[in-house]
Each structure stands twice: as C-alpha cells, then as structure tokens.
C-alpha cells in the first residue's frame, strides 16, 4: 500500500494539470489578471470624470473651459491643463485674475492674468511666464470669464494634435486600447479571487470529503 501511493505522488510530476503547483500558479495568474483590470478601469473611470468635468462647461450657460496650449502661465497653468471660467456678469475684473477672453486681434481663447485696467475699461493682460504684456488690450466684452477650477493633464491630446506630436498621442491611443482590453479581467467573476463564484472558491458539489 505504501508503494502505490509514493508511486503515484512520484508519477504526478508539477507540470501535470492535476498538480498543486500547477493550480497555485494558475490561481496566480488569474488574480493577476484581475488586478491589472482593476487598475484599468480606475484609470478609465478617473479620465472618463475628468474629460466629462472639462467639457461640461460647453453645455452650461455662463461656463467656459479652454485648454492651455503653451507655457505662457506656467508654473500656474501647464500645457493640457483644461481651465473652466465663469461668467462675472457686469463685474469688474479685479487685477490679479485669470481670466479667459477672446483675443482681440487673432481670435480664439487666451487665458492670462489680469495685470491692469485702462481708463475704457478694457483690461491688460500677461502671461505669467511672459516677460511683457500682451500687445493689444482685451474689451471686457471679450472676457469669457474668470478662472475658477483647472482640470489637468485631459488637454494634453489635443495639444500633441495640434502640433502633430503623433508618437505621445499614438502611445495614449494605444495605452487606452489596452486599459479597454484588460477591463474585462475585473469585472469576470471567473477571474475575482472575493467572488463565491470564482471556481477556485466554490466547494465541491458533494460537499466535503472525507479521505
């Protein structure tokens, strides 16, 4: 009798599919895969809110957002960062502020601070890393807002699309592709290490045996 068992345990090497060490590392490998999903879709879920926070301002009246293209108001603001202004109403812009406005001579959404008012009441503005004011006054009809939240870094792929910076943009695209595809590790109860319904957790159908 004591022949037989030893050569059994000695016929059933570690690589078997029956082996315990065989199951230890599968079991291993499937919390793994589990946790990397996790991880995945906290990412996706972290700048899913921040994408949906920089561009809810294009929907409610008397918001903003615009996203920061260069270094003019670093350290404050850095490219990519997305800046959501509010509307003042018939306020006065204080000097000191950030503000995002219309630029009067090219168009399009500027953000800088406010560093003094004219006797028309339009207003000088710079950027914090400029070592001179903007050129052409601002109206105050042109201001959008002052800024009051900064949502970073979600700008950042259209800031490499518009100076053709295809290699960090191909590198986000790819790493989004891949957070998508190890999603589906977290949310598979086959793969959960917590879940009853995991095959390594569940007991066996006749219950315990008894050797």
């Not at 809810?56 to 959501?84: F, Q």
């Not at 812009?93 to 028309?120: K, Q, S, Y």
């Not at 950027?127 to 807002?145: K, M, S």
Request: hydrophobic letters at 45%.
């Amino acid at each position: 009798m004591t022949t037989t068992v030893s050569q059994r345990a000695a016929s059933q090497s570690p690589d078997q599919p029956g082996s315990g060490s065989a199951r230890v590392r599968t079991k291993g490998g499937d919390e793994g895969r589990f946790y990397a999903g996790l991880v995945a879709l906290v990412g996706i879920i972290v700048f899913a809110a921040l994408a949906i926070i920089a561009l809810l301002p294009m929907v409610l009246p008397g918001a903003t957002s615009a996203s920061i293209t260069s270094g003019s108001m670093m350290p404050k603001l850095r490219p990519g960062d997305v800046v959501i202004a509010t509307d003042r109403g018939d306020d006065p812009v204080a000097i000191g502020t950030i503000v995002v406005f219309e630029e009067p001579r090219r168009g399009g959404l500027v953000t800088h601070r406010v560093v003094g008012i004219n006797l028309d009441g339009s207003y000088v503005t710079k950027g914090d890393a400029n070592g001179v004011v903007d050129p052409a006054p601002v109206p105050a009809e042109n201001v959008r807002g002052s800024g009051r939240w900064v949502v970073p870094y979600v700008g950042l792929p259209s800031v490499w699309l518009n100076e053709g910076r295809w290699f960090p943009l191909l590198l986000t695209i790819l790493a989004i592709a891949a957070a998508v595809w190890l999603v589906r590790y977290a949310v598979d109860v086959r793969f959960d290490p917590w879940s009853n319904k995991n095959p390594d957790r569940a007991a066996p159908a006749g219950g315990p045996h008894r050797a």
